[in-house]
């Protein structure tokens, strides 16, 4: 498979998901990345 990007956000907390979020509306090919599914959009304490 031979895709591109225009943006990749490495982190899926919820700053990670706002930055891919913002870049999606926006109209770029958007790649978020997270090395743990369970905290995607976690906020930190």
Known sequence: ???S???IVV???H???EAATAT???GSRTLLI???MN???QMSS
Do not use: Q, V
Request: net charge neutral; hydrophobic share 45%.
């Open 1 to 3: 498979m031979n895709s």
């Open 5 to 7: 990007y225009d943006i």
């Open 11 to 13: 982190g899926a907390g």
């Open 15 to 17: 700053a990670g998901c």
């Open 24 to 26: 999606a509306k926006l």
């Open 34 to 36: 997270t090395m743990d």
């Open 39 to 41: 905290k995607i959009a």
